[in-house]
T-cell receptor
C-alpha cells in the first residue's frame, strides 16, 4: 500500500463545476504539498500545508492532521484547470526533506 | 532567475550507452533532487543532495550515479542504459530547513531502445 493515496485517479467535469480531489497518507508528516503538472509536463507547487486551510484564487487546500487527510478544491472550474494534480508529503524524520508522492489525479474540465 | 534548468529535453539512447542528464539551479538552494516519473505512476526519488559534496540514495538509485561538486549543479549519470530506464526525469531544488517548497525543472524525456 502506498504511503500517499489520491482519489479519484481520473476526474472529468464541466466548466463551472466545483471540484474536490482527496489525499490520504499513512505516516506522520511535517508538511503536505499539492502540485500541478501541466499537459506539457512542467510541475509547479500550488500549496504547502502543515495545518488548517490555504486559499489562492479559485484553489483551496485543507488538511486534517488527526485524520491524515487533505483535500484540494477548485471553485468555478475552467478548461485551463485541466492538469494532473499531485499530492506529496514530507514524512517526519526524513533526511533532506524528501517528498513521497501520490500517483496523481488527472483532471479534465470540458467547456 | 532561470530557476531550475535541465538539458537535454529529449534523448533516445541505445541499450548499453551512457549519458549525463544535466541540472542546474540559480537560486542558491542547498537541497537538490532527481526524480523519475513512469506513466501512471507517482514520482520516485532517485538521488538527492543536501549540499555540495553530499549525496544520498533515494528509492530507486540502481543504474544511476550523481555528483554535487557545486551548489548550482547536480548531474545524473546513466552508465549502461536499459529499457527500464525509459522515463521522464525531473530535477528539483529547495532551500534547506524549515518549510520550503520544491522548485522543479522542465524534465528530460529519455527513451532507451
Amino acid at each position: 500500500k502506498n504511503e500517499v493515496e489520491q482519489s479519484p485517479q481520473n476526474l472529468t467535469a464541466q466548466e463551472g463545476e466545483f471540484i474536490t480531489i482527496n489525499c490520504s497518507y499513512s505516516v506522520g508528516i511535517s508538511a503536505l504539498h499539492w502540485l500541478q503538472q501541466h499537459p506539457g509536463g512542467g510541475i509547479v507547487s500550488l500549496f504547502m500545508l502543515s495545518s488548517g486551510k490555504k486559499k489562492h484564487g479559485r484553489l483551496i487546500a485543507t488538511i486534517n492532521i488527526q485524520e491524515k487527510h487533505s483535500s484540494l478544491h477548485i471553485t468555478a472550474s475552467h478548461p485551463r484547470d485541466s492538469a494532473v494534480y499531485i499530492c506529496a508529503v514530507t514524512p517526519w524524520e526524513t533526511s533532506g526533506s524528501r517528498l513521497t508522492f501520490g500517483e496523481g489525479t488527472q483532471l479534465t474540465v470540458n467547456p | 532567475n532561470a530557476g531550475v534548468t535541465q538539458t537535454p529535453k529529449f534523448r533516445i539512447l541505445k541499450i548499453g550507452q551512457s549519458m549525463t542528464l544535466q541540472c542546474a539551479q540559480d537560486m542558491n538552494h542547498n537541497y537538490m533532487y532527481w526524480y523519475r516519473q513512469d506513466p501512471g505512476m507517482g514520482l520516485k526519488l532517485i538521488y538527492y543532495s543536501v549540499g555540495a559534496g553530499i549525496t544520498d540514495k533515494g528509492e530507486v538509485p540502481n543504474g544511476y550515479n550523481v555528483s554535487r561538486s557545486t551548489t548550482e549543479d547536480f548531474p545524473l549519470r546513466l552508465e549502461l542504459a536499459a529499457p527500464s530506464q525509459t522515463s521522464v526525469y525531473f530535477c528539483a531544488s529547495r532551500e534547506a530547513g524549515g518549510y520550503n517548497e520544491q522548485f522543479f525543472g522542465p524534465g528530460t524525456r529519455l527513451t532507451v531502445l
